[in-house]
């Protein structure tokens, strides 16, 4: 009791700072369409607007079960995707802190040290992209602290930790499913020789078969409900199009040929930039296997996650894997005693790791780079960017910014016949999905079925932008947002969005 | 209360009120009813394999420290600070066994003339009873004959010899037992270190010959899940243990105080257990294994199991009897063991079968009929039980064997399936016996596996 009561401060201090930096790219569509998508779902399962099928079939699940049951218990209004992120962090610091602690660490350098880490740009670049990227890094910190109590102890508890660790991680956001398929060749290097030597694979067979059975359930389930296993592969390819676009862009220079190898370079080398503590500790103990074994499968594995997920295209982009480092950084410094006795010269390694892990990022993350540069270059002066509305309108995607307003203008009108699953920011802005007629319900897939539109209100996008080129409404109705439709008024537009009302009763066909 | 009376009364007309609300049930809203059936059946596999996963997790942080330090103190002790210790070994028809148990018996680190060995043999098992006399055994190994009577099963012949039994503990083993050899110190230096409501100490069980086939490696997967992961967890949270058959070492004059085994019970140690706890006695745990012989050939491994789980309905029968006395004298948490681990087990190996063939008929036929017993939720939730449920025993079993370092029999627990296929059969066959022939023992055969029968040879070469 005592020693929570102890981390308490800190990490309500980091809970209030998350949450204001997250409330902010909430609200100004800083968050990754992913993201975006996985919170307008969770809203749409909250306000019962989703089939049981689609709410069990929702990937990922931890971040989706959880923002649907805190959307069910917040007032409405609430920044849920925010107050998440914001948990996790604090929770995170409070365990930082407590383990530094526990781990000899006098308080003030715990302190700072955990801030250093909390604080560590890659984290704070998690809470912002989203929970999900945040419960990844909370996820991974598990991992490693399992991975060290299996090395340490062959127990069953311990091969349990490890186990769930990794269906968390599977579960928690694709690229965390891709660092648990990257630990199976690696996981016998951080078990006990004596173990390894009576079965490597039975052993890895044992602590991966959580994920591998989560997995095949989960693929099972979504096929009896939803009718197809393989829906939540679609998503995140999205993102990494553009992130591997932009990344071979800005490296065409100095490029291998082959992107998976030069993804899996980048997130090495921002691991050895963000956390320049891991390789120096575990240069000082490189001798004591224990100790080092489970930090270098750990980072091993993010590495070979970020060449997956690049191969496959199916887990997102790979500059979520720069948290490994301040993890890293966090399992050296608790785990290492060494560590303990050089606690200036680990503090100026974790301030270094903060600045490397900013110069980190601008590696492995090709679309902050050019954001930054954009905001170098003058297009984006400073004191907008001080204020969340003008992080909205210069640092998102201009769609997910134009569908954000959409969904303040609709916030309040029902029965608006809207895709909301090309354009989710629109629930997102709205800020309820109840009232709003969406792929998920019978009435948008009747209205595509019959082509006979009777919605009070209609929500299309331009067919030349980017979500145009989606749209479920577009594509049936391709004529819809330039001509509207015969009874029907335009209300509202942005540079992407048209929203046209219903004058009067009569029921509107396709031309 | 006693197993004499297979159903009381009160609980026939419980148990005929109960079909009846459900022949009503079905005949006026038949769905309603049977959703209600369903969930109410997925809330029970639900929390079945919770629990259990709750006692692996807690059972599996056990101190090993605090095992360390017993095993240092066992060794320790003086043999003038021994006490006496009685050992009851029943046997029936076992005149094979009897040299092989007197050599393990021997080989226990426990001065001879400490130990007060009782080899119980029923008056009508001649052939055993002549082995017994001609094998010229030591005078601390005491042939105590049964007289006939019935029901004739090994509780009745321990309590008989439990009035002989002059020892402060006093421990069973089966014929085929070989308990480590330092098992008695064990238990002396843990009832030492215990607490003096601590009233009996069970062993850890498994099988010396568990590469003999598969069902010998999944009885094997079983019991080491059971007696290194679930017991202890059991211990640590204080929740009533239903002893295992063998190597249970009680404060003698604790057993008296209960008047030993209820000779109508027939898995009278799980009866004992519960019955320990509502008097007020805790069931400890110690680190040490005693092997025995897996049964290896089918019907003689269902002939046991059957035996097991007609005992255990048996003993859900007995004890629910009073409810509330159960619940005051052992606790919420003994309660829900109680449920799951007494009358789950029988329960689960029944219902087992209905939902494999539910779940195929739905899955080969997709019968419109099967799914309006299943709307969505109730779907989830049931697809739910069958996978978690499934997978979390599977991986329960997984991880039971690392303790031991026996890592071969892993990727046996994937095919479990068939393992709960034949505990099905069992748990049908014991309910047959319970409802025709309830106090009937039925015997598990000894010394056919393919290890126990070079064993016998072994000692028959070296005997003079």
């Known amino acids: 009791m005592t020693r929570i009561l102890a981390a308490a401060p800190i990490a309500l201090v980091v809970l209030i700072a998350v949450l204001a930096v997250t409330e902010a790219a909430t609200r100004g569509a800083a968050m990754s369409g992913d993201s975006t998508a996985l919170w307008a779902g969770a809203i749409a399962a909250a306000d019962g607007e989703m089939s049981v099928g689609g709410i069990v079939a929702a990937y990922p699940s931890v971040p989706f079960l959880a923002m649907t049951l805190m959307k069910l218990i917040t007032p409405a209004g609430a920044p849920v995707p925010a107050l998440l992120a914001a948990a996790v962090a604090g929770l995170l610091a409070g365990t930082w802190f407590g383990t530094a602690r526990r781990a000899g660490w006098p308080a003030a350098t715990a302190g700072a040290a955990t801030l250093l880490v909390i604080f560590h740009p890659a984290v704070v670049r998690a809470a912002i992209e989203g929970p999900a990227d945040l419960l990844v890094v909370a996820f991974l910190y598990l991992l490693g602290v399992a991975l060290y109590e299996f090395r340490a102890r062959i127990g069953v508890p311990q091969a349990m930790a490890v186990g769930f660790t990794l269906l968390g991680l599977t579960f928690s956001h694709p690229i965390g499913a891709a660092i648990a398929v990257g630990s199976i060749p690696l996981l016998a290097f951080a078990t006990r020789p004596a173990l390894v030597a009576g079965s490597a694979l039975n052993i890895v067979l044992t602590l991966m078969f959580p994920v591998l059975f989560a997995t095949a359930a989960f693929c099972y389930i979504s096929w009896v409900f939803p009718g197809d296993g393989w829906n939540f592969l679609a998503a995140p390819s999205a993102s990494l199009a553009g992130w591997a676009a932009r990344f071979a862009h800005a490296f065409a220079g100095v490029s291998s040929g082959s992107l998976p190898v030069d993804a899996a370079i980048a997130v090495a080398a921002a691991i050895v930039l963000g956390a320049p503590i891991a390789p120096v500790a575990i240069g000082w103990v490189r001798q004591r296997r224990p100790l080092t074994a489970p930090a270098l499968v750990l980072a091993g594995s993010v590495v070979v996650a970020a060449a997956l997920a690049v191969a496959t295209r199916l887990c997102g982009s790979p500059a979520t894997l720069t948290a490994a480092a301040p993890v890293l950084a966090m399992l050296v410094l608790t785990r290492i005693p060494v560590v303990r006795d050089r606690r200036a010269t680990a503090l100026l390694l974790l301030a270094l790791g903060w600045l490397g892990g900013a110069a980190s990022l601008m590696i492995v993350d090709p679309r902050l780079a050019a954001q930054v540069r954009a905001a170098s270059s003058g297009q984006m002066p400073g004191r907008q960017v001080a204020s969340g509305k003008a992080i909205a309108s210069q640092l998102a995607d201009d769609d997910a910014a134009e569908a954000l307003a959409l969904g303040g203008v609709v916030a309040g009108r029902d029965d608006v016949l809207v895709d909301t699953l090309n354009a989710p920011a629109v629930v997102v802005g709205r800020g309820a999905a109840r009232g709003l007629l969406s792929p998920w319900g019978e009435p948008f897939r009747l209205a595509l079925l019959f082509s006979r539109i009777e919605a009070h209100f209609i929500a299309v996008p331009d067919p030349e932008s980017s979500s145009g080129a989606q749209d479920r409404l577009t594509k049936s109705f391709p004529l819809l947002y330039h001509n509207g439709l015969s009874n029907y008024r335009i209300v509202y537009q942005n540079s992407i969005w048209r929203l046209f009302e219903r004058v009067d009763h009569v029921a509107v066909h396709r031309d | ?464």
């Open chain 2, 1 to 464: 209360m006693s197993a004499r009376q297979v159903f009381t009364p009160g609980q026939l007309v419980i148990g005929y009120g109960l079909l009846t609300a459900l022949l009503g049930g079905l005949a006026a809203s038949p769905i309603t009813t049977l959703i209600v059936l369903n969930v109410a059946m997925g809330v029970f596999y639900l929390g079945n394999f919770l629990f259990k996963g709750v006692l692996v997790a807690v059972g599996g942080g056990r101190s090993a420290d605090r095992d360390y330090a017993i095993e240092i103190q066992a060794r320790q002790l003086r043999d003038e600070d021994l006490p006496v210790f009685t050992v009851l070994v029943p046997m029936f028809r076992e005149p094979a066994m009897l040299p092989v148990l007197a050599n393990a018996l021997r080989s226990l680190d426990y001065p001879l003339g400490k130990l007060d060995i009782k080899i119980v043999l029923e008056a009508g098992d001649t052939e055993t009873i002549e082995v017994a006399r001609t094998l010229g055994l030591e005078g601390v190994f005491e042939v105590i004959v049964v007289p006939p009577s019935s029901p004739q099963t090994k509780p009745k012949a321990c309590n008989f010899a439990l009035r002989f039994a002059r020892g402060e503990y006093l421990v069973i083993y089966d014929a085929e037992d070989r308990p480590e050899p330092d098992q008695l110190r064990k238990v002396v230096a843990t009832f030492r270190n215990a607490a003096p409501d601590v009233a009996c100490l069970q062993c850890r069980l498994n099988y010396f010959n568990r590469d003999e086939n598969w069902l010998a490696r999944m009885f094997t997967l079983d019991y080491t899940l059971w007696f290194d992961q679930i017991l202890p967890g059991l211990e640590r949270l204080n929740v009533p243990i239903p002893l295992g058959g063998t190597s249970n070492h009680f404060k003698t004059s604790v057993l008296r105080e209960l008047h030993g085994w209820d000779p109508f019970n027939v898995t009278e140690d799980a009866d004992l257990g519960i019955r320990l706890t509502q008097k007020g006695y805790r069931v400890g745990i110690v680190d040490s294994t005693t092997f025995e012989e897996a049964s290896c050939h089918v019907g003689n491994w269902i002939r046991q199991r059957s035996r097991w789980i007609k005992g255990y309905m048996q003993t859900f029968l007995v004890h629910i009897r009073r409810p509330w006395h159960l619940v005051r004298t052992t606790g919420v948490l003994g309660l829900l063991g109680f449920i799951f681990f007494i009358g789950g087990t029988a329960l689960s190996g029944l219902l087992n079968p209905l939902f494999w063939g539910l779940y195929l008929a739905w899955f080969v036929t997709s019968a419109a009929d099967i799914d309006v017993l299943f709307p969505q939720a109730l779907l989830f939730i049931s697809l739910f039980n069958l996978l978690a449920g499934n997978g979390a025993f599977i991986y329960l079993s997984m991880l039971a064997p690392i303790r031991r370092g026996w890592l071969h029999l892993i990727p046996y627990s994937l095919t479990a399936f068939g393992y709960w296929v034949l505990i099905s059969i069992a748990a049908y066959k014991g309910l047959w016996q319970l409802l025709r022939n309830p106090f009937y023992w039925e015997k598990t055969r000894h010394g056919v596996s393919r290890y126990a029968i070079e064993r016998i040879a072994e000692v028959r070469e070296a005997r003079p």
